[in-house]
């Protein structure tokens, strides 16, 4: 089912606030260079699932998580602070993979470029210059 206009916008105001909440009033250095990629707001406003990367491999994942986690609290009294919603969401936090996968995608495209300009073409007429 596609989401309406109505929770597209719930869904982006919450992502831009958690955002700036996280990289602005968030002092917990495990939360560095941590990025909001996308927020999940459910119908009902109770809830949300907030998706976020960072910079690093799978230990800095779990440090992110666990700063996410220990701040918690404050960080859902700021999101009820900057919009204005009936519920303030109870926050779920989740590494999002499809960051990662991509950069991997992006990885093999690459290699497999790099070894078509490293094979020499065949089938064509040789060059008549050489």
């Given at each position: 089912m596609s989401q309406s206009s109505r929770m597209r916008k719930v869904n982006e105001a919450v992502r831009e606030a958690l955002a700036e909440i996280i990289s602005r009033d968030m002092k917990d250095?495990?939360?560095e260079l941590v990025t909001v990629t996308s927020a999940e707001v459910t119908g009902d406003l109770r809830h949300a699932t907030v998706y976020v990367t960072a910079h690093g491999g799978e230990e800095r994942y779990s440090d992110a998580l666990a700063g996410l986690e220990s701040g918690?609290?404050?960080?859902?009294?700021?999101?009820?602070?900057?919009?204005?919603?009936?519920f303030t969401?109870?926050?779920?936090?989740?590494?999002?993979?499809?960051?990662?996968?991509?950069?991997?995608?992006?990885?093999?495209?690459?290699?497999?470029d790099r070894r078509s300009s490293d094979t020499p073409e065949t089938g064509g007429s040789p060059d008549p210059e050489s």
């Open positions: 250095p495990r939360l918690r609290g404050r960080i859902r009294s700021l999101l009820g602070e900057r919009v204005d919603m009936r969401p109870e926050l779920d936090f989740r590494i999002d993979e499809s960051v990662d996968e991509g950069m991997r995608i992006a990885e093999i495209l690459h290699e497999h």
